[in-house]
């Protein structure tokens, strides 16, 4: 297939920002469009939407490389309106977003696959995004742009999370998900799914019957029971959890939550602590710790599938315009969302 472009921008505009340059670094500039290379595709983006990982870009804080004057933020969806040489999976006017880690398409991590979108390579806060078609994933017809931007990270995570250990959580079986965030709402959602048992944690009163509408069987506020392991016991008649997704860094009372022989994802601490463990606990519940990175394109779209079958649909907490994208990230960071960021673009 030669090169086909359906539009062609004169100029785009596009946030960049150097790590460690925080919000007041996001500078908004406007330049002429590359046309896709052999293999890569322009794709219009319609949204994106913030992560954790966002905020650690930009307090320098992100354990992966990040190329300085970055275009950030991984997560986003648009249209093709133009493909280079020989592309074969997309085609001109398909829906798509893309893999965080655009060379990671199946198998194990490795590190040839650690590029990653909006670190090393340019992300998704710009109006027109070059990328390589073996990042691009179909966007399940239900979604809308804004819903489907927030998959590539959050979403596949808690998709990992559940399902990339070998084993998978199983009908019947329980799980831990700890607070709020993005990778835990979407964790209660997928558990369910799944037929599991669901205990989440939260601190905010506020946010109880909505994780329970969600679909948490039962919340537990570390506010009040700051011993939150002690409280899963008894919840599991003293069996414990089957799985725990630790989102929080809170490893030690994780294990003390988890069954034996039981696993626990740790997905990482949002809030930047990450207290010492003993480790006499992890023998003495037998249990797997498994620290994640996102995850492959495969798993992407076996998690489109089941997205697709169930009609599931993302939670979103605000949508800003895509000039009030520093108001965005400082409202991401300040406000504890429930529910996905979005910056709409078009």
Request: proline share 6%; glycine share 10%; aromatic share 6%.
């Amino acid at each position: 297939m030669t090169a086909v472009m359906a539009i062609r921008p004169s100029m785009v505009r596009s946030y960049h920002v150097t790590a460690g340059g925080g919000t007041d670094g996001l500078a908004l500039r406007t330049h002429k469009p590359r046309t896709p290379r052999q293999g890569e595709v322009a794709v219009a983006v319609h949204a994106t939407s913030l992560s954790f990982r966002e905020l650690l870009v930009l307090r320098g804080q992100y354990v992966l490389p990040v190329k300085p004057d970055v275009i950030p933020v991984s997560d986003g969806a648009g249209e093709v309106v133009a493909v280079g040489p020989d592309v074969r999976r997309v085609r001109p006017g398909d829906r798509v977003t893309a893999a965080l880690f655009p060379r990671w398409l199946d198998g194990p991590l490795e590190p040839a696959y650690l590029p990653q979108l909006g670190g090393s390579l340019d992300g998704m806060l710009t109006e027109l995004a070059i990328l390589p078609e073996d990042a691009l994933v179909h966007i399940p017809d239900h979604l809308s742009y804004a819903e489907a931007a927030t998959l590539p990270c959050a979403a596949v995570t808690a998709w990992n999370a559940l399902t990339g250990d070998g084993r998978g959580i199983q009908r019947g079986q329980s799980m831990l998900v700890t607070g709020s965030g993005g990778v835990s709402l979407f964790a209660v959602q997928f558990a369910k799914l799944l037929g599991a048992t669901v205990i989440a944690t939260t601190s905010r009163a506020d946010k109880e019957q909505r994780l329970r509408d969600l679909g948490a069987d039962e919340v537990i506020n570390y506010r009040d029971i700051p011993d939150w392991h002690t409280a899963t016991r008894e919840l599991t008649a003293g069996r414990g959890v089957d799985r725990v997704v630790d989102t929080a860094g809170t490893l030690e009372q994780s294990l003390r939550s988890v069954a034996v022989d039981g696993h626990i994802a740790f997905v990482g601490s949002v809030s930047g602590n990450w207290p010492p463990v003993d480790p006499r606990l992890l023998f003495g519940v037998a249990a797997t710790v498994r620290a994640l990175a996102v995850g492959s394109r495969a798993q992407f779209v076996s998690m489109n599938d089941v997205i697709t079958a169930h009609r599931l649909r993302p939670v979103l907490d605000r949508v800003f315009s895509f000039e009030e994208a520093v108001a965005a990230y400082r409202y991401y960071e300040s406000a504890s969302p429930f529910g996905k960021v979005i910056i709409k673009i078009r």
